[in-house]
C-alpha cells in the first residue's frame, strides 16, 4: 500500500484570527507517531491557541518531511453544520431542565460560527481532509496509546465542539463505540474553571493549584453549597449545573460589561478587550458564586470544590464501567489533569486498571484526530494494539545543535563522558540540575527530558525552587523513583500501573517514608510520582542509581525545566537562557555540564 502521512491538527486555520487554546500537530505513518508537539513549545506562549504553524514545522523536521509528504489531514473537531446542530440541542435541553436562558449564547454562535472555519497549513496538498469530534478525538487519545485492547473510555473536560461535556465510549478490539454524551453546559470541567477564577487563579491554567489548595481545608464545610451548583444524574450518565450554565451563556455573549475572561488565556483576553472595545468590570462576573461562597475561606472552599468534583466524577465513572461491562478504564479531557481524582477513580474497587492520556488536556487532542484517521484507514486490516512506551515525541537537538548555542552564550562548559554521575554527584550534593536529554515531552509534565532535578530529602527545598523559579505553589514538588523501589515508598503502586509512568496520578506515601523526603510530600501524606523504568531513559536511570548508591533514596525531585508561565524548555536556547536566570546550579545538556562561574 501506497505511504500515508497523517497530519492530526488542532487548530483552526492561518487566515483566521480565531482562537483556541492547545493548538498542536501530530504526525503519524502507518507504523505509528512520527511526531507530536503543542505550539506553546516552539512559540512560548503558554496555551498558544494560534494555528500551530511552529509545531507542524517542527513536527516535519522531526520526521525528516516535507509538506508534500503529507497525505492526509485530521482535524479535531466536526464540522459547522453538525456543531450548530449539537450547540442547539444542549443549549435548548438545558433551558427545559434549568430554565437557564441560552439565547445570548446561540446568537454569538451565530455571528461566531463561520470564524470558526478550518484549512490545512499553507502549501499541503492532502487528498483527504477529515473532521473528527472532539471528544472522540480525546477519547482515541486514551484508547490507542493505553495497555487496554478491551476498555471503558471516560472523557471530560470544559467542552469540546463548542456544546459537549464529555463521554462513555467503548473500546473493544480497535474499535471504539460512542455510547453516551454529556451536556457541555453543565459541564464539571467549567465548575471547577469558575472555582478557580472565584479562588484568584486563572482558570484553565491554575487548577493544579486549587487541587494542592484543597488539602489545607476542610471539605465539609462548604460542601452543601456545592451539592447546590453541580448534580449527577445517575441514570442518564450526564451532570446538571444551572448556576455554571448560566455564568457560561451569560460571560460568552458580547455585551460590554458583562464578559470575563475566564475563557480565554490572558494574551487572548488581551486581544479580545483591544479589537472589540469591551469594558470588563470583574465585579460582575460570578455574582451567584459569590454570594454563596463569599462567608468560607479559600482552603474550606477548594477543599469543598474538589471533594464534590471527585464525587460525581467517581459516580459517574462506576456508571459508565457499569454500562460497557469493562472494567479497565482509559481516561482523557482537562478533568483528568486533576491528579488527586485520578487517585480515587484507581482506588475505586469497581476499576481494575487506570490509563490517563500523558496530554490529557487539549494539546493531546491532535494525536488523537491522527489516531482516528489511521484506525479509519486500516478498517479492513486486523487489529494490533501498539500502547504507547513513551511520550518523547517532539524536537531533539544533535550534539552540534547544542554546543553551537553553548558556544554563542558566553557561558562557560565542559564536556562530561559519565554525565549520570555528575548529575549524581551534584544532587548529593543539594545542588537543582537543569536536565536536558534527548527529545522533548509530549504533554503538560516534565519526564525526565526536560526536567529539573534536585534531593527530595531538603524540607526547605520547596521554598527555595519556587523562589528561583518564581513560582507560587500549594502542591509540593512530584519525585521520579527507580521502578525497582517504587513499591518501598509508594502504597498500593503495582507494576502494571501504567499511569505513575506519567505522573498523572497520586499515592499515599508510606507513612514511615514521609519524613525522609519532606520536599515532595503534600500536606496529606501524597505524592504524585513518576516511575523510570531504565528502558525508556537509561541515562536519568543510571543518574538516579548512582545517586541512591550514594544517598540510599531512590528518587529525587523532577519539576518542569521552566520559569513561572513559561511553557516547558524545548530547545538549547530556551534551555541555556532559563537556566540563566537562575532556574539551576548547574545545567547538564547532551553532554555538556554548565555552571555559572
Ligand atoms: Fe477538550
Known amino acids: 500500500m501506497r505511504k500515508r502521512t497523517i497530519l492530526g491538527l488542532h487548530g483552526f486555520s492561518s487566515h483566521s484570527d480565531s482562537q483556541m487554546h492547545d493548538a498542536g500537530v501530530c504526525l503519524m505513518d502507518q507504523n505509528g507517531v512520527i511526531a507530536a508537539i503543542d505550539e506553546e513549545r516552539i512559540t512560548r506562549k503558554k496555551r498558544d491557541g494560534n494555528f500551530p504553524v511552529q509545531a507542524f514545522k517542527a513536527a516535519l523536521h522531526r520526521g525528516g518531511l516535507s509538506t508534500e509528504d503529507i497525505t492526509d489531514v485530521a482535524f479535531v473537531d466536526r464540522r459547522t453544520p453538525w456543531q450548530t446542530y449539537q450547540v442547539w440541542k444542549y443549549a435548548i435541553s438545558a433551558f427545559f431542565q434549568t430554565g437557564v436562558r441560552p439565547w445570548g449564547y446561540l446568537r454569538f454562535w451565530i455571528k461566531k460560527m463561520l470564524q470558526f472555519k478550518r484549512v490545512p497549513p499553507k502549501d499541503v496538498k492532502a487528498k483527504r481532509v477529515r473532521f473528527y469530534e472532539h471528544h472522540l478525538c480525546h477519547a482515541a487519545s486514551a484508547y490507542y496509546p493505553g495497555p487496554f485492547i478491551d476498555t471503558t473510555i471516560v472523557t471530560l473536560d470544559g467542552m469540546g465542539d463548542f456544546s459537549i461535556g464529555g463521554m462513555v465510549a467503548k473500546g473493544e478490539s480497535g474499535q471504539i463505540k460512542v455510547l453516551r454524551r454529556s ?290 505553589e500549594f502542591m509540593p514538588f512530584a519525585p521520579i523513583v527507580l521502578i525497582e523501589h ?35 510530600v503534600h500536606v496529606d501524606g501524597t505524592a504524585r510520582p513518576q516511575v523510570l523504568e531504565r528502558g525508556i531513559n537509561p541515562l536519568l536511570h543510571d543518574a538516579l542509581s548512582h545517586y541512591y548508591t550514594r544517598t540510599g533514596i531512590p528518587l529525587v525531585v523532577n519539576t518542569s525545566f521552566n520559569m513561572h508561565e513559561e511553557p516547558i524548555v524545548c530547545s538549547p536556547f530556551d534551555a541555556i537562557r532559563t537556566f540563566k536566570n537562575g532556574a539551576a546550579d548547574v545545567l547538564i545538556i547532551g553532554p555538556f555540564i554548565v555552571r555559572i562561574t
Open 183 to 472: 451536556n457541555g453546559y453543565f459541564s464539571p470541567g467549567h465548575f471547577y474553571m469558575i472555582l478557580t477564577e472565584y479562588l484568584g487563579f486563572v482558570p484553565g491554567r491554575h487548577e493544579g493549584k486549587i487541587t494542592g489548595l484543597a488539602a489545607y481545608g476542610d471539605p465539609r464545610v462548604a460542601y452543601h453549597t456545592m451539592q447546590e451548583i453541580i448534580r449527577y444524574k445517575s441514570g442518564e450518565l450526564d451532570f446538571i449545573a444551572p448556576l455554571v450554565a448560566k455564568e457560561f451563556f451569560s460571560v460568552i455573549r458580547s455585551t460590554p460589561g458583562t464578559r470575563t475572561k475566564q475563557w480565554y488565556s490572558q494574551q487572548q483576553w488581551d486581544e479580545v478587550v483591544r479589537k472589540q472595545k469591551i469594558r470588563y468590570q470583574e465585579e460582575k462576573t460570578l455574582i451567584e458564586f459569590r454570594e454563596l461562597w463569599d462567608n468560607y475561606s479559600k482552603e474550606d472552599i477548594a477543599a469543598a470544590g474538589q471533594a464534590r468534583f471527585e464525587d460525581i466524577i467517581l459516580a459517574h465513572i462506576k456508571d459508565a464501567v457499569k454500562l460497557t461491562g469493562f472494567s479497565n478504564l482509559v481516561v482523557a479531557g482537562g478533568c483528568f489533569a486533576n491528579v488527586k481524582l485520578n487517585q480515587k477513580i484507581r482506588e475505586l474497587p469497581e476499576v481494575s486498571g487506570l490509563y490517563v492520556h500523558p496530554n490529557m488536556c487539549d494539546g493531546g487532542l491532535a494525536a488523537g484526530a491522527a489516531l482516528l484517521h489511521l484506525q479509519a484507514i486500516n478498517k479492513n486490516k486486523v487489529y494490533e494494539h501498539k500502547p504507547w512506551e513513551d511520550v518523547y515525541l517532539g524536537p531533539e537537538f544533535s550534539e552540534d545543535d547544542i554546543e553551537k548555542e553553548l558556544k554563542s552564550s558566553s557561558l562557560s562548559y565542559s564536556k562530561s563522558e559519565e554525565i549520570p554521575k555528575v548529575a549524581a554527584d551534584a544532587l548529593a550534593k543539594g545542588e537543582v540540575v537543569a536536565w536536558f536529554q534527548g527529545s522533548m515531552e509530549y504533554g503538560p509534565r516534565a519526564l525526565g527530558h526536560r526536567s529539573l532535578l534536585a534531593a527530595a530529602t531538603d524540607a526547605n527545598l520547596p521554598d527555595r525552587l519556587n523562589r528561583k523559579l518564581g513560582r507560587t
Open 486 to 520: 517504587a513499591h518501598e515508598w509508594f502504597e498500593d503502586w503495582a507494576f502494571d500501573h501504567v499511569s505513575s509512568r506519567y505522573m498523572t496520578v497520586t499515592y499515599d506515601v508510606v507513612r514511615d517514608r514521609r519524613e525522609e523526603i519532606p520536599a515532595v
